[in-house]
């Protein structure tokens, strides 16, 4: 719209809410008619400068997003660009149930509102990722991958009674995914899939700009997809011979302690004597391969190749513009790990036509791309 107004965007007052535009910086209530306004409007530009008579009603909106995890909580403001104004993270303290765990994402939420010096008046919507199987069209929470007692949880109508704005609920590895696609390693590319390789294996599929849910809205489940039909389970639970059970952290902290069970030569005691518990974490692995420890080296080769597998199957079924790789196992070890990924990946692909344009890359935004996600499809809820 001009008429010496500049260029304005019209956002519809419904039920005591503003639906903003995504890049809305200022609304002010129009005072000329030649500004096109009409009763029930406000008009909102898209630049930080004051409207026609200074008056803001309405300053930039964030929204917060909300990573939950099984051990902890990350909470971020991010803006319309996606960039985090802000974050905090708390310990989900999971054994405590629910409703303890709720409170704590409130916590999380205005710590990160404290550090980012705003108010609640500012967010314009909530975002969480959850990992397990969920129920986003109500915002409830079926189950919970690693979180007791989350069973039909109403997540989204308990978060409201912190903030009453739209809330929206979907899976951890989706969200994710958005994030990657929007402002990480997946700018600018219409179609790819991230795959996070941590304690287990989840992905988020992107398709024509948009996350992909499938018809029954599961789609994403790549860590049990069958690699090797008479493998093993994963550690966890799924299905037989997926690739959870054969290159997460879990089925590769198995390996490795059936290796040194069996006599296997390694630094891994050592390094775990020097930790002080016994927990192989993905930081571990990455030292002990700088060691060039040989049971270490072997086992990862070993779920490099299988997760090469993986992608040349995700390659040759759904052909994305890239393949994003994340999570804790492939932060810890980078390129080392992707590598092996990448040529087993293209040795596999059926088609080899344009091949070399496929690319096979590390995740960018690290343990921030959930809540960065959830954020975006937060803000992105509010102009459907």
């Given at each position: 719209?001009?008429?010496?107004?500049?260029?304005?965007?019209?956002?519809?007052?419904?039920?005591?809410?503003?639906?903003?535009?995504?890049?809305?910086?200022?609304?002010?209530?129009?005072?000329?008619?030649?500004?096109?306004?009409?009763?029930?409007?406000?008009?909102?530009?898209?630049?930080?400068?004051?409207?026609?008579?200074?008056?803001?009603?309405?300053?930039?909106?964030?929204?917060?997003?909300?990573?939950?995890?099984?051990?902890?909580?990350?909470?971020?403001?991010?803006?319309?660009?996606?960039?985090?104004?802000?974050?905090?993270?708390?310990?989900?303290?999971?054994?405590?149930?629910?409703e303890a765990v709720i409170n704590r994402i409130r916590k999380a939420m205005d710590e990160a509102l404290d550090k980012a010096k705003l108010t609640k008046d500012r967010v314009a919507a909530i975002g969480i990722g959850a990992p397990g199987?969920?129920?986003?069209?109500?915002?409830?929470?079926?189950?919970?991958?690693?979180?007791?007692?989350?069973?039909?949880?109403?997540?989204?109508?308990?978060?409201?009674?912190?903030?009453?704005?739209?809330?929206?609920?979907?899976?951890?590895?989706?969200?994710?995914?958005?994030?990657?696609?929007?402002?990480?390693?997946?700018?600018?590319?219409?179609?790819?899939?991230?795959?996070?390789?941590?304690?287990?294996?989840?992905?988020?599929?992107?398709?024509?700009?948009?996350?992909?849910?499938?018809?029954?809205?599961?789609?994403?489940?790549?860590?049990?997809?069958?690699?090797?039909?008479?493998?093993?389970?994963?550690?966890?639970?799924?299905?037989?011979?997926?690739?959870?059970?054969?290159?997460?952290?879990?089925?590769?902290?198995?390996?490795?302690?059936?290796?040194?069970?069996?006599?296997?030569?390694?630094?891994?005691?050592?390094?775990?004597?020097?930790?002080?518990?016994?927990?192989?974490?993905?930081?571990?692995?990455?030292?002990?391969?700088?060691?060039?420890?040989?049971?270490?080296i072997e086992v990862l080769r070993r779920a490099a190749y299988y997760l090469g597998l993986h992608a040349a199957s995700l390659i040759n079924a759904f052909d994305p513009e890239m393949l994003v790789y994340g999570g804790g196992v492939i932060?810890?070890?980078?390129?080392?790990?992707?590598?092996?990924?990448?040529?087993?990946?293209?040795?596999?692909?059926?088609?080899?036509?344009?091949?070399?344009?496929?690319?096979?890359?590390?995740?960018?935004?690290?343990?921030?791309?959930?809540?960065?996600?959830?954020?975006?499809?937060?803000?992105?809820?509010?102009?459907?």
């Amino acid at each position: 719209m001009q008429n010496g107004c500049g260029i304005l965007t019209l956002a519809r007052i419904r039920a005591g809410r503003i639906r903003v535009a995504e890049d809305l910086r200022l609304c002010v209530v129009a005072q000329r008619e030649e500004c096109g306004f009409r009763p029930g409007w406000i008009i909102c530009r898209t630049t930080t400068t004051h409207g026609d008579n200074g008056d803001a009603i309405v300053a930039s909106k964030y929204a917060i997003g909300v990573d939950l995890g099984g051990t902890k909580i990350l909470a971020a403001v991010v803006d319309a660009q996606g960039s985090v104004r802000a974050a905090a993270k708390k310990a989900t303290q999971a054994e405590k149930g629910p409703e303890a765990v709720i409170n704590r994402i409130r916590k999380a939420m205005d710590e990160a509102l404290d550090k980012a010096k705003l108010t609640k008046d500012r967010v314009a919507a909530i975002g969480i990722g959850a990992p397990g199987i969920i129920d986003s069209v109500n915002g409830v929470v079926i189950s919970l991958t690693n979180l007791p007692g989350w069973h039909n949880i109403a997540i989204a109508q308990s978060l409201r009674r912190w903030h009453a704005v739209p809330v929206s609920l979907s899976n951890d590895v989706r969200v994710a995914a958005v994030g990657e696609h929007r402002v990480g390693a997946g700018l600018g590319v219409h179609s790819m899939i991230a795959v996070f390789v941590g304690t287990g294996i989840g992905g988020g599929i992107i398709v024509n700009d948009k996350p992909w849910v499938g018809f029954r809205s599961s789609a994403g489940e790549v860590g049990h997809m069958v690699i090797l039909a008479d493998g093993p389970y994963a550690p966890g639970g799924g299905i037989r011979g997926g690739i959870e059970a054969l290159a997460s952290r879990s089925a590769i902290d198995r390996d490795l302690r059936a290796g040194i069970a069996a006599g296997r030569k390694s630094v891994l005691p050592d390094l775990l004597k020097e930790k002080g518990n016994d927990v192989i974490t993905s930081s571990v692995l990455a030292k002990a391969v700088s060691k060039n420890d040989p049971l270490t080296i072997e086992v990862l080769r070993r779920a490099a190749y299988y997760l090469g597998l993986h992608a040349a199957s995700l390659i040759n079924a759904f052909d994305p513009e890239m393949l994003v790789y994340g999570g804790g196992v492939i932060e810890a070890l980078g390129e080392w790990m992707v590598a092996q990924i990448r040529d087993v990946a293209k040795q596999h692909a059926i088609n080899r036509t344009g091949l070399d344009k496929v690319k096979i890359v590390e995740a960018k935004l690290g343990e921030q791309a959930g809540a960065i996600g959830a954020a975006l499809m937060a803000l992105d809820a509010l102009k459907a």
